[in-house]
């Protein structure tokens, strides 16, 4: 069964960084395999919005618009992707996700609960 | 970026009866292995997505089979044969095919 939980912060200030950990069981990003790991966001009452993702060979893909604000990493040993944000702004204020897909072409078919992160002083 | 356009945006349907939502992306979203790298999702009231379909036609695990997902390249439809009590809340389309996966702007299902 796989699961996936999101942890962090649920309040930062402007101008901080986030730190969000993804804890995920039920599978592997080790091995060799099509499986990533990907983060979404929602702001309060609006749409999803992808952020980055993370494959099991370490490939790495970000938002293009964000790119230079974000950084994905995993720790396999542990389980887990983190996904950093800095500079933070009340916009950035929202529902962090983590989501697994088993390739690139399955869709996103386990989700974490979400995290609301909210950016203010 | 690919833009993901959805429609309508509101759409009200009464218990039992079908509905159909659209999507268009900006690009085809057909690769050359054959394959929609299309996605819809379901976002239920207070709760995380919930994958309803990939590749455009493929329901995903648990999905009931009153769902179904059509289309290829720009233009894609998920349709619900009968709209059950349960189906409430805000669908979601995304695209795949390249980085930034882009999502539609979300249609909100309500019951009448």
């Known amino acids: 069964q796989i699961t996936l939980k999101e942890s962090g912060p649920t309040l930062v200030k402007p101008t901080q960084p986030l730190t969000l950990t993804c804890t995920f069981s039920?599978?592997?990003?080790?091995?060799?395999?099509?499986?990533?790991v990907g983060w979404i966001r929602q702001p309060p009452g609006k749409a999803l919005e992808w952020l980055a993702l993370?494959?099991?060979?370490?490939?790495?893909r970000y938002s293009p618009s964000l790119k230079s604000r974000l950084t994905i990493t995993k720790d396999t040993s542990k389980n887990q992707v983190v996904l950093t944000m800095t500079n933070m702004d009340p916009v950035d204020t929202a529902t962090y996700y983590c989501?697994?897909?088993?390739?690139?072409?399955?869709?996103?078919?386990?989700w974490g609960q979400g995290t609301l992160v909210t950016v203010s002083s | 970026d690919i833009v993901m356009t959805q429609s309508p945006l509101s759409l009200p349907v009464t218990p039992g009866e079908p509905a159909s939502i659209s999507c268009r992306s900006s690009?085809?979203?057909?690769?050359?292995?054959?394959?929609?790298?299309f996605d819809w999702y379901l976002q239920k009231p207070g709760q995380s997505p919930q994958l309803l379909i990939y590749?455009?036609?493929s329901r995903a695990s648990g999905v009931p089979d009153r769902f179904s997902g059509s289309g290829s390249g720009t233009d894609f439809t998920l349709k619900i044969s009968r709209v059950e009590a349960e189906d409430i809340g805000i669908y979601y389309c995304?695209?795949?095919?390249?980085?930034?996966?882009?999502f539609g702007q979300g249609t909100k299902l309500e019951i009448k």
């Open positions: 039920g599978f592997s990003l080790s091995t060799s395999s099509a499986v990533l």
């Open positions: 690009q085809s979203l057909l690769h050359s292995d054959g394959y929609n790298y």
């Open positions: 993370i494959y099991w060979d370490d490939d790495k």
């Open positions: 995304m695209q795949a095919l390249q980085t930034p996966y882009t």
């Open positions: 590749s455009g036609s």
């Open positions: 989501a697994h897909r088993r390739s690139i072409l399955t869709g996103f078919d386990y």
